[in-house]
Nanobody, 122 residues
């Protein structure tokens, strides 16, 4: 049974930075694509970023391009989300997720973490 555990959330001022981490256990991490999603209060969950299993390709939502960077360290079973120049609209619970697809659609993630809260004050 795979488990994903996120960390690194918190309260930050607008313009600041945070780095989220997600550690996976229970599967061969390097075989799976990983993604980050977020859900703000009263809104649906939305895609933020994804990285393929071999880390050769990354994908971003338009709202975070140029500000967020997804990366992974397969030796540490960890995926990261570096968030710079944070805005109040980035406030949400951030979730990491795992997919067996090579280039997953947003509906192809089948394992989710519990989430970590990011709050950006203006």
């Amino acid at each position: 049974q795979v488990q994903l555990v996120e960390s690194g959330g918190g309260l930050v001022q607008a313009g600041g930075s945070l780095r989220l981490s997600c550690v996976a256990s229970g599967r061969t991490f390097s075989r799976y694509a990983m993604g980050w999603f977020r859900q703000a209060p009263g809104k649906e969950r939305e895609f933020v970023a994804a990285v393929t299993a071999n880390a050769y390709r990354t994908y971003y939502a338009d709202s975070v391009k140029g500000r967020f960077t997804i990366s992974r360290d397969n030796a540490k079973n960890t995926v990261y989300l570096q968030m710079n120049n944070l805005k109040s609209e980035d406030t949400a619970v951030y979730y990491c997720a795992l997919s067996s697809a090579v280039v997953p659609r947003t509906d192809e993630y089948d394992v989710w973490g519990q989430g970590t809260q990011v709050t950006v004050s203006s």
